[in-house]
């Protein structure tokens, strides 16, 4: 069965170093989301792709948070500097287009800022 | 995008049917009715949607009142492995939109 990959699975990093994620979606699925979910809380929307354009990045805290999906294909999440703040499970789902269709999502990365 | 309503928590013996209600009274025509759940620690995993009929999959099965203003997951024989948060989102063209989730117990 298909699945969303995400790497690394856990990543411990120091405040102000950069981190980033990568995501590699079920193949031949033209959208891509990235999530953030704070611990007890529902995941939240940070940027959301269709194909290589970005459609949707109003929750992306850009200052520190950069997306990109170059090819249409994996897409990386970036957050350079880290702050204890941004302590959070990230998840990145697919769907194989944008409406009405479900989206797939990986199994996240586990990510802590000392 | 509707809101939507859970309980924020339930239980169910494990083997019993598990019913998990939702309430979406605002819901426009064109919304669809999304289940998902999380287990602990892991990523959200898509369980079933259905605009205005009884959906069933290998899953679950989903029951939309005739007036779509709330709806029913119902896990038929509920095992220890379905412990788990489970959401009900109402979506049309938008990203989906997490709430806080039912958290189901399932009790052995």
């Known amino acids: 069965e298909a699945e969303v990959a995400q790497s690394p699975r856990y990543k411990i990093t120091e405040k102000s170093q950069a981190v980033a994620f990568w995501c590699d979606p079920i193949?031949?699925?033209?959208?891509l989301y990235w999530y953030r979910q704070i611990l007890g809380q529902g995941p939240e929307l940070l940027v959301q792709?269709?194909?290589?354009?970005?459609?949707?990045d109003s929750q992306l805290p850009k200052d520190r948070f950069s997306a990109e999906r170059l090819k249409g294909v994996d897409s990386t999440l970036k957050i350079q500097p880290a702050e204890l703040g941004d302590s959070a499970m990230y998840l990145c789902?697919?769907?194989?287009?944008?409406?009405?269709?479900?989206?797939?999502f990986g199994q996240g990365t586990r990510l802590t800022v000392v | 995008d509707a809101k939507t309503t859970q309980p924020t928590s339930m239980d169910c013996a494990e083997g019993r049917a598990a019913n998990l209600p939702c309430n979406h009274s605002?819901?426009?025509?064109?919304?669809?009715v999304y289940w998902y759940r999380q287990i602990h620690s892991q990523g959200p995993q898509y369980i079933i949607h259905?605009?205005?009929n009884n959906e069933t999959n290998e899953m679950a099965s989903l029951i939309i009142t005739e007036d779509r203003k709330s709806s029913t997951l119902i896990l038929p024989h509920a095992t220890l492995r379905d412990t788990a948060v489970y959401y009900c989102?109402?979506?049309?063209?938008?990203?989906?939109?997490f709430g806080k989730g039912t958290r189901l117990s399932v009790i052995a």
């Open positions: 789902a697919s769907s194989l287009r944008f409406m009405n269709t479900e989206a797939f």
């Open positions: 605002t819901i426009s025509g064109n919304e669809y």
């Open positions: 989102i109402a979506r049309a063209n938008t990203p989906l939109v």
């Open positions: 792709f269709q194909d290589e354009s970005v459609v949707d």
């Open positions: 193949s031949g699925h033209a959208t």
């Open positions: 259905g605009l205005k």
